[in-house]
T-cell receptor, first 111, second 115 residues
Framework: DAKTTQPPSMDCAEGRAANLPCNHSTISGNEYVYWYRQIHSQGPQYIIHGLKNNETNEMASLIITEDRKSSTLILPHATLRDTAVYYCIVRVYTNAGKSTFGDGTTLTVKP | NAGVMQNPRHLVRRRGQEARLRCSPMKGHSHVYWYRQLPEEGLKFMVYLQKENIIDESGMPKERFSAEFPKEGPSILRIQQVVRGDSAAYFC?????????????FGEGSRLTVL
């Protein structure tokens, strides 16, 4: 797996966009970027994934730079319930189960 | 549509006892993964199983730990002769057969406390 680097913590005001960065400078051409989050020690929850194009779903948007060496997860209107640890994982999707979860970014959404 | 079910949610064992953790994957899913999360740490992959087969156990400790996913019934993670260092949250995840999207569906975890 490509190594990822995330800031350990971030704050965001409720209702504002939360932008969570991830560096993955050693990513290979066939590796996807996955984002999960873990709310208060619950089971991790899948958010979104992408290869090279920007992606959007009902939860978030994923912006991947053209050289694919970094990406940003965007929560457009953060709520208090979005407070969680966010994990950026880079992996070929054929065996995504053997994912390496690093330390992630602890996002705290404040009122 | 029930998600990944894990039980027990909490388990307390004394040193030297055995712990058995069970995981029922989502309906239609044939791939099961076990992860361990030590206090204040990220999730660490332990083992990947398909029905009746261990596909990848590179993250399993060499001794005392075993996993199975029988033809019928849940996947079981078994820890023999538990020690205090085994205290952790154990998460199970499942995914459908075939390539899919690579998305994992996690259970709520089983929290083992070793006294």
């Amino acid at each position: 797996d490509a190594k990822t680097t995330q800031p350990p913590s971030m704050d965001c005001a409720e209702g504002r966009a939360a932008n969570l960065p991830c560096n993955h400078s050693t990513i290979s051409g066939n590796e996807y970027v996955y984002w999960y989050r873990q709310i208060h020690s619950q089971g991790p929850q899948y958010i979104i994934h992408g290869l090279k194009n920007n992606e959007t779903n009902e939860m978030a948007s994923l912006i991947i730079t053209e050289d694919r060496k970094s990406s940003t997860l965007i929560l457009p209107h953060a709520t208090l319930r979005d407070t969680a640890v966010y994990y950026c994982i880079v992996r070929v999707y054929t065996n995504a189960g053997k994912s390496t979860f690093g330390d992630g970014t602890t996002l705290t959404v404040k009122p | 549509n029930a998600g990944v079910m894990q039980n027990p949610r909490h388990l307390v064992r004394r040193r030297g006892q055995e712990a058995r953790l069970r995981c029922s994957p989502m309906k239609g899913h044939s791939h099961v993964y076990w992860y361990r999360q030590l206090p204040e740490e990220g999730l660490k992959f332990m083992v990947y199983l398909q029905k009746e087969n261990i596909i990848d156990e590179s993250g399993m400790p060499k001794e005392r730990f075993s996993a199975e996913f029988p033809k019928e019934g849940p996947s079981i993670l078994r820890i023999q002769q538990v020690v205090r260092g085994d205290s952790a949250a154990y998460f199970c995840a499942s995914s459908p057969p075939g390539q899919g999207t690579g998305e994992l569906f996690f259970g709520e975890g089983s929290r083992l406390t070793v006294l």
